[in-house]
């Protein structure tokens, strides 16, 4: 045991170094709308920053303050942003997400991003609304750390992203993946893959010499597998964790993941080197038949020497390296037995709008009225009650200091990357493809790894399931979502709410913060509902569309969708396809279903518009038109 005076001591000298040693960092970041084509293949409007694509990296080193000042100059559409992977421990309302921890900043409007970062890596940020980010507004974040374990094991170092480009703008493809028209829910198909956001990327490299590439899959949907021919890669880092050095010719990096690894490049400058991304296709519903799925680039050691093209490789899963024998550098031992299990189980299934929605446990997520950060903070005491944060949320409330155990049992026959907000989390188990429910694998504590990986995104194999373990060391509310973009907006969220009483004491909202949600007219206390004086009165919460009868299969669901609704709604439906998405993307309920801009806003927006088939109904008859009528 220490004794008490050194151990001020030397907390009062880390004081002194941090003093001395953080700095603020500030970015002025104006969001604007700028024309790219990154694949060579097509001009299209892209969200970019202060007037240019790619966006910026943002840089800082363990310590320091960030300051992001937004100022949203796209006209027509709201925006916020998410620090992937970033704890935001003690700044919960600064973690980006719209209707969570803020309200969207709509257009005009202006919103500062203030946090101290104490955590070492590769990270990225991102657009947090509308299912905006596979526009454009997506770039890396990286934390240096004078005290890595790697440190001089590298010469230099080398961000590369990788990702999948749409053709079409999200608000033109949103509305038709959450449509009676497409009863199966199959995701739009990425155009291309792109490295460092273009194809073909040359990569100036000496012989010799160690690189430590940070790598991050910034992509809407595609996992992708990459390999650098040749070359092996030594891993050191998943999601901003170290780990101990593992080697490895294949890595598959989900949308979300990162990974840094040390490559070392060959003596000899005699070839230049292809490195490949390929999409997991698996992901594909349908594989068009011009759709080049690989993305290459090259590892250019002399210029006058040709870039060979990339070799075939036959087994692609067989190469991959597991991210579950990763073990991390500091050794955390697996958390003991937990006080709280949440389970989840993943479905995708039709509702009665015919469209096709992701579950858990049988909810799809709707964004409540009152993001729930602001409704933890004006309920008072019953904020440690699930039930003030609304029927379509997916909320679990977890007391301070808990052991969190989350099983989450994928029912659906596809790949799913789960991203945890304000932590890491350890990933104790995962079964193979196919196994069933955590129930039917007969896996017990004896099972798990004493030192587990930990990461902040995380692969569930098609029927298959996880085990993740946290402690609830971290107020603030803190969503678990896919991060596949497609199943964010057709609902596969669930909402962690931490230490509500804490945050009523700890956290002081900015004015800022604040003028966002006066813009948008979204309310900021009350219940989901936004209701103020019965606070366990939900009714007029932002509501998913009810279900069809019982009893019918999903063939069965969706013919009698197509054959009852199709009478009702044809004529909203025609307009709506020709509907340009509403600028005042959060203007309240009431507003929106006056306006008839119902079913475009609920899709394009997860949930922050009205949302059952009776409301639409409701709205399109109520006569006073759609936006096509009215123009
Ligand atoms: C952002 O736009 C404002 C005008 O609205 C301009 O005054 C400012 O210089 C711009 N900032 C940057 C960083 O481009
Ligand atoms: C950021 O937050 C810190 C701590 O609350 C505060 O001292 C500082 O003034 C803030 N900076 C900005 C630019 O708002
Ligand atoms: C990717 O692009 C960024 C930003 O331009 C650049 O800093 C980085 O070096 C590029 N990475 C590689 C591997 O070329
Ligand atoms: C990469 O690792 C594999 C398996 O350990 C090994 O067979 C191969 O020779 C290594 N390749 C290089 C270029 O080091
Ligand atoms: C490159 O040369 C160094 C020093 O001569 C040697 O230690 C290393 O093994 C060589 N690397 C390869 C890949 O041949
Ligand atoms: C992409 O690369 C994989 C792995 O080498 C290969 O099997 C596949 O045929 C390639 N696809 C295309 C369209 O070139
Ligand atoms: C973790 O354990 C390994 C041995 O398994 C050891 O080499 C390493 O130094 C340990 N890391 C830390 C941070 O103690
Ligand atoms: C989901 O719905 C099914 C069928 O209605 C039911 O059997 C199951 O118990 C429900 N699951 C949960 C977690 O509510
Ligand atoms: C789990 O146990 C049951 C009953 O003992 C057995 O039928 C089943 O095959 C086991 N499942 C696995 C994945 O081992
Ligand atoms: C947040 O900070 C507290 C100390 O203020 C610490 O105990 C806790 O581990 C931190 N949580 C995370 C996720 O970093
Ligand atoms: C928003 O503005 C951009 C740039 O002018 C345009 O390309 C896009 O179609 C607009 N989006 C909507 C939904 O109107
Ligand atoms: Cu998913």
New binding site residues.
């Given amino acids: 045991m220490k004794s008490s005076v050194p151990g001020l001591l030397s907390v009062w000298e880390l004081v002194l170094f941090s003093f001395a040693e953080a700095a603020t960092v500030t970015y002025d970041f104006n969001v604007t709308w700028v024309t790219a084509n990154p694949d060579g293949d097509f001009d299209r409007p892209v969200i970019g920053i202060n007037g240019k694509w790619p966006i910026p990296q943002i840089t800082a080193n363990v310590g320091d303050n960030v300051v992001v000042n937004v100022q949203n100059l796209l006209g027509n559409e709201s925006t916020s942003l998410h620090f992937h992977g970033l704890y935001m421990n003690g700044t919960a309302h600064m973690d980006g997400p719209e209707q969570v921890s803020q309200c969207a900043i709509p257009p005009g409007s202006s919103f500062t991003y203030n946090f101290t970062i104490d955590q070492p890596g590769t990270y990225w940020y991102h657009s947090h609304t509308h299912g905006q980010y596979p526009d454009g507004l997506r770039g890396p974040l990286i934390i240096h750390d004078p005290d890595s374990p790697f440190l001089g094991q590298y010469d230099e170092e080398l961000v590369l992203t990788l990702s999948d480009w749409y053709h079409d703008l999200m608000t033109d493809l949103l509305p038709g993946f959450i449509s009676k028209g497409n009863p199966t829910g199959a995701e739009p198909v990425p155009q291309n893959a792109l490295f460092n956001e273009t194809q073909n990327l040359k990569v100036k490299v000496e012989p010799g010499k160690t690189y430590l590439f940070r790598m991050i899959n910034m992509g809407a949907f595609a996992s992708q597998y990459v390999w650098f021919e ?3 890669m030594t891993i050191v880092e998943v999601d901003g964790v170290y780990t101990q050095p593992a ?1 490895a ?1 294949m890595i598959y990096l989900s949308a979300a993941q990162r990974c840094s690894f040390l490559l070392t490049t060959r003596n000899e400058t005699t070839a230049n080197y292809a490195f490949v991304g390929s999409m997991d296709t698996t992901l594909f519903d349908v594989l068009p038949d011009d759709l080049n799925y690989n993305v290459t680039g090259w590892l250019v050691y002399d210029d006058g020497k040709p870039l060979p093209h990339p070799a075939f490789v036959d087994d692609l899963d067989g190469n991959t390296f597991d991210d579950m024998t990763l073990v991390p550098w500091d050794n955390q031992t697996l958390l003991g037995e937990p006080d709280k299990t949440v389970e989840l189980n993943v479905i995708m299934d039709n509702l009665g709008d015919g469209a096709n929605y992701a579950f858990f446990n049988n909810i799809t997520y709707r964004a409540p009225k009152v993001p729930t950060l602001y409704t933890a903070l004006s309920t008072g005491k019953l904020a440690t009650n699930p039930a003030v944060y609304g029927g379509y949320t997916n909320t679990f409330v977890l007391e301070k200091g808990q052991i969190v155990q989350l099983i989450v049992n994928n029912l659906d026959t596809g790949r799913h990357p789960f991203h945890l907000h304000g932590r890491n989390f350890q990933a104790v188990y995962r079964s193979a493809e196919d196994a069933g429910t955590f129930e039917d694998s007969n896996v017990t504590e004896a099972d798990f790894p004493s030192v587990p990986m930990r990461r902040d995104t995380f692969v569930l194999y098609p029927s298959g399931n996880v085990v993740l373990r946290f402690r609830a060391d971290n107020p603030g509310i803190w969503l678990f979502h896919c991060h596949i973009e497609w199943h964010v907006a057709s609902g596969l969220i669930a909402t962690f709410v931490e230490s509500p009483l804490d945050l009523q004491n700890t956290l002081t909202i900015p004015k800022d913060h604040y003028e966002v949600c006066v813009a948008g007219n979204v309310p900021t206390v009350g219940n989901a509902a936004a209701n103020t004086h019965n606070l366990l009165d939900l009714s007029g919460e932002n509501r998913a569309p009810d279900p069809l009868p019982d009893g019918f299969t999903t063939r069965g669901k969706v013919a009698l969708a197509f054959s009852c609704l199709s009478g009702i709604l044809g004529i909203a439906v025609v307009a709506w396809y020709g509907l340009a998405p509403d600028p005042a993307a959060h203007a309240g309920v009431e507003k929106r279903v006056a306006e008839a801009d119902v079913v475009d806003s609920s899709v394009g927006d997860i949930g922050a518009g009205p949302s059952t088939a009776r409301e639409f109904v409701m709205a399109s008859s109520s006569g006073d038109g759609n936006r096509g009528a009215r123009a």
């Fill in positions: 040749g070359h092996n080697e010719e």
